[in-house]
């Protein structure tokens, strides 16, 4: 059997550990060919790729990014899954001699893994996002790192503030979903968190700054960048444009800051922590979930699992339907918001 | 509700936010009064113990170790849960005007609760060991810091040995159970992984050991401390005696490491982890999982789901009946073990 | 003899280390009363302390920020030393019983230090700055914890900038001076180098982004926010007003990164690493460079050598002379920044 | 002109960095031909070596060990620099091509520099070593990193210590000389520190921990592995033998734990940090001291300064002469030692 793996979307860390995971099982146990197509579907459609063996994926394991590239080039043109769009995937599979593909990616890429099913081209999914707005697993690799380095960055921010009474707002990643503002708040004890799943209002917020001074402390807010403040009309979208077309600077922590500063005369500072949250060492779970991962896709594809995608469950990897996985975004319930909000005020 | 907090067994990371949570939650939510118990059960029975209010648990979420001290002093005197023990400790109970007790602890802590309950004692659990071999739960707060410290020494320890063409030998906690030593072997691409649950001989290591050299490189064997070399009778327990009744110095690394030297001729090195592993700075993930425990136990008990512990499940943190929790030692099944045998020869 | 402590200026990991060495050798070496005043100068003037004895500084050394609070507020009334201004402070000082101040701070408090010496008021100067922009000292303490912050960043960055074949600009601190920027750089192997000392045009960084590119990588652009671009008029200090009078946003790597998108045609994205830098867990080096200053600036307050700083000379605490090291900004030399531009195109 | 770079000695973090600086300069910049030598002085005899280019040393600098691989193969047959064996260098030189040597290692290595230059072959050494004693220069790069793992020890056992109210012995190296323990002892706050230049008896150091106790606290010992305690006999090197001819287990912790524990009473638990201490991602300093110094070598070089080691002198880097350099091994002084007695009882 001969299998492609290609990397879709944003990168993750813990996909090089899902690669790894993949051909020690399936190359020197399953018996597979395996080739990496560079770059995502443009190396798939050029014939741009690698051969994955055992020496092809050593010591990679601990490193961030991912030895194929990756990028957001879409496997059918204008993103249109037509028949003859479909067709070109097939006619180019049987050109490359691959029977499969392992699908490493996102929401986005699990979608495109499902329609592929649904046309009886054989996918198997690796579920990776920094977000972990998928469903159909407990958590995605690369969430766990991303938390983890927000969470840092509010110990750093914390003591700055605390020593000069101020208020401090950290913005991190999260357009749709709030998990890494939520869990990384808790971790780092934020006294407020603010997601895309729950708008507050520059008042509310401001009370809940208030409360915190009055405690005799300062505040951490960590904020989503798809946070929407209530009452106002703001793009929430970084690196677009902003109402007069030109290029946005900064965050909605920069334009939160300033509020919460006019609304309680407490000197505030905001961090934009970016790109920074999706790179680099993976931590120790996001090794292991993804090195899981990439075992079970490989026993997965032997076993003509296709249509499916490798998630978490509990502490097992179960193949679980694609469909059900990318029926809609996983966002933040009102229960998990509500249990953080014992912090505020 | 006056509810009171015990730390009992050895610390694990993740205690002090576990705290927090239940407070912040418990006192200023539920409206309890709550006290924190000094160094387990002792402090419980000399009348030792500090307030817990929301200025007690300031910030105290990133800090290792826990601030009410933890002892491995039983609640029944030689460990006999007699009628008279148990007695002794509800009578203790009314002298102190507590309600119920929320006990953190490992698998002897929880056993202690089960038997407490049965006995009409009031009690719910917060699962805490490094080593994750407790039941009713998918992990322990502690286990991710463990792991996570383990598998930053490997990568340590790779560099150095590839530099030098030396074996090295990492030794990790686990007496019963050989989860640190999987998951942190794992993430560090250790090439053998040694667990008690499963013995294996000097000759099939070497054979591993061997087969790495000849793919040209240096070998990672992460062994737990509770590791049993197949056919060789020696003590595996640290700190105590060897056979000779002289205190034995090292653990089961350097055991191995001079024996891995003779039969392979490779030059081979060990190194003992020992307590760094289980204290200092929680993860993210165990600061997370600590809190969310925290605050499942303090809404337990203002529901009077007493006899229970809190448990991971998913994503979800769920009540679970302490019989089943404590039941028997969570230990590696074969599917995890061969699993990782993947990495090998 | 009794001592006040008084912190001044921007936080910098590594306050806390000095205040326990100066306070255990002060107070337990040299038997002094010791007294720390909060938020710097507020609280000499407003008689808001507290006692400084081995209690209060116990465990305070890995502690990021500075239990004492720091502030800019001036000594003096619109930050001129009139003759009535110092008098003030001379007259403050009786009344409160100091026989002399130790001053932790960088440029702007160690000037101040300075013009008390003269004045007759006896002081001490501990250099404290992230930006290690300060005469009368190999290093500052702070800068080397600031520097590994950025550099680990780099590392992050330069993983997610391989996989997606993008430019990545990194801003770091440094209003005048370019150290962080250069010593980061140089540790995370960034390409491009841009510091306050050295303007360049678009024109060349472009050049050595695309020589990068056409070597087959992806490049690591590292600015200090002073940086100024050739031929550009632009603000570079953050946090204050555009040219229109309004709030700016975001930092001069979010002017950069458009521009060289532009130039070079290569996908290009900002960081702006911003507070996170001075927070937080100090590094050993700045933990034991403090305890030394700490130390030596307890023994120069009982030895009477006022108006001296504890500079740090190769490996040797020494004392030099405040008017030495307040003379001028220590920036990059040219020889320093040619040493770099080797990583270049 | 052709020069080739050999690492001998234990590895030290910032030897890739040390040889990147070195490449980029001399092959870019000063336009040699470079090679390097594989596992040291044996890659030069049995001509086993690689091309050294930009190439070759992409992305190193970050990474542990050292990709020539390193050994303690001499240059000399048993260690004896006869006529007949630098004539036998001095001949393969010629062979292989090679008008120089950049000679990354310790003391050791820049002894055997020291002699080959006086025989005639130009040398210039680059010291590397954890320990920090070599002269010449304020530090060794690696030692930084060695230090701050060492410091990160003890904020961790600190935690466990604590929660137990143990005294907790760390053991880091320094066979002959302390300033690993020194430096990190004082970064981590330990109370007692013990080091090869000053033997201290079991009663002393009992009567220090028992002074901490007496103040609420629990013991933090850190002990250079070439400690001897006053008044006993006893192996201090590890990985030897014992007086009985058998393989030695465990170092110098092992044996004063149970010591302490006996003359105080207080429960005593002892970690051996070994080999960890060596490996794995330098810090930000060592990587910049170690990039710094392979420029300086390599210009030296293109000067034709042989004979000189590449030294830190405070911030700059600096040619000193070898043989005022590996004279004497440098250790720690009286006055740093009584530095850190402050924390004592």
Same mark, same amino acid.
Request: negative net charge.
């Given at each position: 059997m001969r299998i492609g793996v290609l990397c879709s979307g944003g990168d993750s860390p813990g996909m090089n550990a899902a690669i790894r995971g993949a051909v020690l099982r399936g190359v020197? !146990?399953?018996?597979f060919e395996m080739i990496g197509f560079m770059d995502g579907w443009r190396g798939f459609f050029e014939g741009d790729f690698i051969e994955l063996d055992r020496l092809a994926v050593r010591g990679i394991s601990p490193l961030g990014g991912v030895i194929l590239g990756t990028s957001r !080039?879409?496997?059918f043109p204008d993103g249109n899954a037509t028949p003859a769009a479909l067709q070109a995937v097939i006619t180019r599979m049987a050109e490359l001699g691959i029977d499969g593909f392992l699908l490493i990616g996102g929401n986005g890429t699990q979608t495109v893994a499902e329609l592929l099913t649904r046309a009886g081209v054989p996918a198997i999914g690796l579920p990776k996002t920094i977000d972990n707005d998928l469903g159909g697993t407990d958590y995605t690799f690369g969430f766990d790192t991303a938390v983890s380095i927000a969470a840092e960055a509010i110990d750093r921010l914390r003591t700055t503030g605390e020593s000069h009474r101020r208020c401090m707002v950290l913005e991190v990643m999260g357009r749709d979903a709030g998990w890494i503002s939520l869990h990384a708040g808790m971790a780092g004890g934020a006294q407020v968190m603010l997601i895309p799943e729950f708008p507050e209002s520059i008042e509310q917020i401001s009370e809940w700054v208030l409360s915190v001074r009055d405690r005799g402390r300062s505040s951490l807010v960590v904020v989503a960048e798809g946070f929407k403040l209530e009452g106002v009309a703001h793009a929430t979208v970084r690196d677009g444009l902003d109402g007069f077309g030109r290029p946005r600077l900064g965050g909605v922590a920069d334009v939160l800051a300033p509020l919460i500063e006019q609304h309680t005369g407490i000197e505030t500072r905001a961090t934009v922590l970016g790109h920074v949250q999706r790179g680099g060492l993976p931590t120790a779970f996001d090794r292991v979930l993804a090195t899981r991962t990439g075992i079970a896709a490989a026993d997965a594809a032997r076993d003509g699992q296709w249509g499916t995608m490798a998630g978490l469950t509990g502490d097992q990897i179960t193949m679980v339907p694609l469909a059900e996985a990318v029926g809609q975004l996983k966002t933040v319930p009102a229960a998990r918001y509500d249990e953080v909000r014992l912090n505020f005020g």
């Open positions: 020197e !146990v399953n018996g !080039v879409p496997p």
